[in-house]
């Protein structure tokens, strides 16, 4: 592929996807960049629902702190870690850790099905990314200026917030 400027007869990623008229290339090259907007939402929303795991283990951490600091210092096993004890007499190190289950305390344990929803905004993400990818690589200036527009944009409404901690 050479670097081109094609607004009429360009074909992007499917035979479907063959653009036949000026206004056909205008709306591709805005939904173009609704979906690197996409892409930026979806880059905040993990953002956002890591921070949200963050607080909850924060908030069970002290939880579990302060109930055994009332309950004379003498901790009870829950059902978690008996759980984990049941996977750590079972299984390698290497498969405890590839499973979030560790001996150390102070370790935080992200459940089950937080993993999950991280786990489907990751492949959200990547899907999303690829794609981006892919159109980039049929080389034509205007969608590429797209896909920045799409960028700069999409981090200027969703990449306000700081880091990864709380201020």
């Known amino acids: 592929m050479l670097w081109n400027w094609y607004t009429l007869d360009a074909c992007?990623?499917?035979?479907?996807?063959?653009?036949?008229?000026?206004?056909?290339?205008?709306?591709?090259?805005?939904?173009?960049?609704?979906?690197?907007?996409?892409?930026?939402?979806l880059r905040r929303l993990q953002r956002d629902y890591d921070r949200h795991i963050a607080r909850s283990l924060r908030?069970?951490?002290?939880?579990?702190?302060?109930?055994?600091?009332?309950?004379?210092?003498?901790?009870?096993?829950?059902?978690?870690?008996?759980?984990?004890?049941?996977?750590?007499?079972?299984?390698t190190p290497q498969l405890r850790t590839w499973l979030g289950v560790h001996g150390g305390k102070g370790v935080a344990r992200v459940r089950l099905g937080q993993r999950l929803v991280r786990a489907a905004l990751h492949t959200l993400?990547?899907?999303?990314?690829?794609?981006?990818?892919?159109?980039?690589?049929?080389?034509?200036g205007y969608i590429i200026i797209s896909i920045l527009g799409g960028a700069f944009v999409g981090a200027l409404l969703?990449?306000?917030?700081?880091?990864?901690?709380?201020?």
């Open 125 to 140: 993400l990547f899907a999303a990314a690829y794609v981006v990818m892919l159109l980039a690589m049929y080389y034509n």
């Open 12 to 41: 992007f990623l499917t035979p479907t996807w063959h653009i036949t008229s000026p206004a056909m290339f205008a709306g591709s090259c805005l939904g173009v960049a609704c979906l690197v907007l996409a892409l930026e939402l």
């Open 158 to 167: 969703f990449g306000g917030d700081v880091g990864g901690g709380e201020v």
């Open 59 to 91: 908030a069970r951490h002290n939880h579990h702190r302060y109930s055994s600091a009332h309950a004379g210092g003498c901790e009870t096993p829950s059902e978690e870690s008996e759980k984990s004890d049941a996977v750590r007499a079972t299984t």
